[in-house]
């Protein structure tokens, strides 16, 4: 059972020092462009999700040992906003994400329409 915990610590330690190689803050603001007299820097937001496991065990009937482990990770970046600068100044532009707009006005329409019928009854 030691070894199993073992082989997942090192399986967390692994995955949490490949994110940590990824988490400095050229992932949140992009690479400024310019177009024309007008610089665009995007700006987003990063987000980290990882997990781990480790197994242990087998089967005395069978004469085997057990085993087993895994993990995985992600990381996602999502455009939040650009900065403009110009020579007039600069301003901050927010990027609209209609898709979740969207999905939040059908959950909120299909709720409404959950609540109205068990009203009704």
């Known amino acids: 059972m030691q070894e199993s915990a073992s082989v997942g610590q090192n399986i967390l330690s692994g995955l949490v020092e490949r994110l940590k190689q990824s988490a400095h803050i050229e992932a ?42 895994g993990g995985g990770g992600y990381v996602r970046v999502q455009p939040i906003a650009l900065m403009e600068i110009t020579s007039a100044g600069s301003r901050l532009l927010p990027v609209i994400n209609w898709t979740q707009i969207a999905r939040s006005v059908i959950m909120f329409a299909g709720i409404w329409m959950i609540i109205r019928a068990l009203k009704g009854r």
Do not use: L, N, Q, W
Request: glycine fraction near 34%; hydrophobic fraction near 30%.
């Open 28 to 69: 949140a603001v992009g690479e400024p462009k310019t177009v024309g007299d007008r610089t665009v820097v995007p700006i987003g937001v990063v987000m980290y999700g990882f997990g781990a496991g480790a197994g242990a065990g087998g089967s005395e009937r069978h004469d085997r040992g057990g085993g087993g482990g």
